[in-house]
């Protein structure tokens, strides 16, 4: 279905053109001024030129047409020449009946359904994760869950950093503290013999012990650096079988992580997936004739006339002889394209990777990788910022991993858990997790993606304000109230009537997440579906402080109230299933 502000817009669009104007000029939006009227119409001010006319004459004409259209309850018009627009409660509650009726919930479908991919997480293999992994996780899951609501097929791809040299530091340091693993000798047999199982624990110790022994030691740097190289060509079976081992491992406690912060993705490739895609991608580029040389390296120039920054070329083979990170990326591409040739390819990566992404998206359509409609943009976001101002550390100053961030917020819901008597012992762990997770999320995702965002745990967690918690709590109320009531919370609402403002009030919030959903996904933001979610539990909070839903013995009205909470827990629901946050039934 459309959404209401679609349909007022349609309505008034065809007054407009009843009236002999461009029908264009019948946008609707929500009022400024929501004190005086719910939505407005300033058609007739930006048409006023091209017909040569005062706006009010308009706006007069326009306004005569829509009397007749029971749509509205009230049509004013105010000097210079706007439209003021009260749609009559009978159109809110056929609006209400139709999105009961809607398995989309109100949320508009697209008619052209595109195929999204989303390159989000991007997590080095053999490295924990850590603050810096949040937001791409969150931002790219909500973005994920939006496009797949408003009817698009969008996949999650993690493009796990699992190839390069942070590879090769690894295994070079493994070989020097188990120099007699077996699958260092040249003349491992991956069919007899096999690799140790590696601990998760010396794991996460390993590469920053390897990193920092590169960085003082030439010869274990050069040594990290012949391991790599001999792993990519893959004539090593012991590298490769220690790789996988490597691989699976850090794997399987990347989605532990994962699940906690409730973000799936539906394929999991690596870097190391796209090194059978770069033989056809250099003879493309080759073919093309755009590889140049450059100081002995081999470039793609990507600069254009109107670049108010230096474009510099995208470096495909080092003057070394080994290629980097465009490479892989602009392989993926074409491996994306093979596989998928999806519409959009949607990068939620730190912002600072910017000129990285422009550089690959201009070779990858100049190379024709992909056909020239294809869309590929970079999602570049902010980070998640300690009240300094700069990227999150822990109290010493170290990185702070993203398991020890999750626990400290999970204790502090678990410790306001143990206070509240609705909530059991045996639901403490799984709803302590989910608000904490909510906390972080919420704070989080209300903030444009490309802004940095100040980690504030108590004000993340805060009952008051806009918060993920506040909401949570929330809908525990709504559900109170139709437990005590003895209904059936999952039931269909019904709405019969709207009986005070406050009613009404409610029941455009709930009729307006439909154009939460559409703007957010127009303008790929899932913030706004922070704003629609939260004004929603404000809206519901006056209704419940309004109606005595408990009290109400005429069994329509009843009927009614409880319609108002069934419908507003429905939409609180599939906003915050869209931003990846999970409900509690009690707190
Ligand atoms: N692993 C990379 C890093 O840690 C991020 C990968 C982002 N995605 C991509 N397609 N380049 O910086």
Not at 220 to 241: I, M
Request: proline letters at 5%; a negative charge.
């Amino acid at each position: 279905m459309n959404t209401t502000l679609q349909e007022l817009t349609s309505r008034v669009a065809a007054a407009f053109e009843a009236a002999g104007y461009d029908p264009a000029l019948g946008a609707v939006q929500t009022s400024n001024r929501p004190d005086l009227c719910p939505f407005q119409c300033n058609g007739a001010l930006s048409g006023a030129k091209a017909y040569r006319k005062a706006p009010f004459m308009i706006a007069d004409a326009v306004a005569e047409k829509l009397a007749a259209d029971p749509a509205f309850e009230k049509v004013e018009v105010v000097r210079p020449g706007f439209l003021n627009l009260t749609p009559s409660d009978a159109f809110l509650l056929e609006r209400a009946a139709q999105t009961i009726a809607d398995p989309f919930d109100g949320v508009p479908q697209s008619e052209n359904p595109m195929t999204i991919i989303l390159d989000y997480g991007g997590p080095n293999v053999a490295k924990a994760l850590h603050v810096g992994h949040l937001r791409t996780a969150n931002i790219g899951e909500s973005l994920k869950r939006l496009a797949r609501a408003c009817g698009h097929k969008p996949m999650g791809d993690i493009h796990l950093g699992d190839w390069g040299l942070q590879m090769g530091l690894v295994i070079a340091e493994y070989s020097v503290r188990h120099p007699e693993w077996a699958c260092f000798s040249e003349t491992f047999d991956p069919e007899t013999q096999s690799v140790p199982t590696i601990d998760v624990i010396e794991l996460g110790e390993v590469y920053p012990s390897a990193s920092a022994k590169s960085k003082e030691n030439e010869e274990f740097k050069n040594y990290a650096r012949s391991v790599t190289a001999t792993l990519q060509s893959g004539r090593h079976p012991g590298y490769t079988a220690l790789w996988k081992e490597i691989l699976r491992v850090s794997v399987e406690d990347m989605k532990k992580s994962y699940a906690r912060l409730n973000v799936d993705f539906d394929l999991w490739y690596g870097e190391s997936d796209a090194e059978k895609w770069i033989p056809e991608l250099m003879d493309i580029l080759r073919a093309q004739g755009l590889l140049v040389e450059s100081d002995g390296a081999m470039v793609v120039e990507v600069a254009q006339d109107d670049d108010k920054i230096t474009m510099p070329p995208v470096i495909i083979r080092k003057s070394d002889g080994s290629s980097g990170y465009p490479v892989t990326d602009l392989a993926t591409i074409l491996q994306r394209q093979r596989d998928f040739a999806p519409d959009e390819i949607w990068y939620v990566v730190d912002k600072r990777q910017s000129l990285h992404f422009t550089q690959v998206f201009r070779c990858a359509h100049k190379a024709g990788l992909v056909p020239e409609s294809t869309v590929l943009s970079h999602f570049g976001n902010g980070t998640m910022n300690g009240a300094d101002g700069r990227p999150f550390k822990t109290r010493d100053g170290g990185v702070m991993s993203l398991s020890n961030l999750l626990d400290t917020a999970t204790e502090a819901a678990a410790e306001k858990l143990r206070g509240s008597e609705h909530v059991d012992a045996s639901q403490l762990d799984e709803s302590a997790r989910r608000i904490a997770i909510a906390a972080i999320k919420f704070g989080d995702l209300m903030n444009h993606l490309s802004g940095d965002v100040t980690f504030d745990l108590d004000k993340f967690m805060s009952f008051e304000g806009k918060t993920g918690v506040y909401l949570l709590y929330m809908l525990t109320r709504i559900r109170a109230v139709l437990e005590k009531a003895g209904a059936d919370p999952d039931a269909d609402a019904v709405i019969h009537s709207i009986e005070s403002d406050a009613q009404r009030a409610l029941l455009y919030a709930n009729l307006s997440v439909g154009e939460a959903f559409r703007r957010a996904m127009e303008e790929r933001s899932p913030n706004l579906l922070c704003d629609a979610a939260y004004q929603l539990a404000v809206a519901f909070s006056s209704f419940y402080h309004d109606s005595s839903v408990l009290g109400e013995s005429d069994p329509e009205k009843r009927e009614t109230l409880l319609g108002f909470c069934r419908l507003t827990r429905r939409m609180m629901l599939k906003l915050l299933d869209t931003l990846a946050i999970q409900p509690v039934d009690h707190m």
